[in-house]
């Protein structure tokens, strides 16, 4: 199994800057991408940014210029650095990983359990 662990979440006034981080373990082959999804009360779940092992990087218009991720292929890490936060970015954010756990095996979506973000003055 593929275990996705959060950190770095919490409260921040808005303007401020949160830098979230995503590691994954357990039994992994190889990861194509990971990324970082948000749910805010009472809306859907979004993405918000992902980046592929080979360093190519999507972002949602929303966090575009404010957002920056980037990834630790050795690590199997995932970092999401968020500046000029609003207050709109308030959410649970989400980490997942597109994942191999041996050669032939399928791959496969994993998540993490989230971690909170507030941006409140």
């Known amino acids: 199994q593929v275990q996705l662990v959060e950190s770095g979440g919490g409260l921040v006034q808005p303007g401020g800057s949160l830098r979230l981080s995503c590691a994954a373990s357990?039994?992994?082959?190889?990861?194509?991408?990971m990324g970082w999804y948000r749910q805010a009360p009472g809306k859907q779940r979004e993405l918000v940014s992902y980046?592929?092992?080979?360093?190519?990087?999507n972002y949602a218009n929303s966090v575009k210029g404010r957002f920056t991720i980037s990834m630790d292929n050795a690590k199997n890490t995932v970092h999401l650095q968020m500046n000029s936060l609003k207050p709109e970015d308030t959410a649970v954010y989400y980490c997942?990983?597109?994942?191999?756990?041996?050669?032939?095996?399928?791959?496969?979506?994993?998540w993490g359990q989230g971690t909170q973000v507030i941006v409140s003055s």
């Open positions: 997942n990983a597109a994942a191999r756990r041996y050669y032939s095996d399928l791959e496969r979506i994993y």
């Open positions: 357990g039994s992994i082959f190889s990861i194509n991408a």
């Open positions: 980046i592929t092992s080979g360093g190519s990087t």
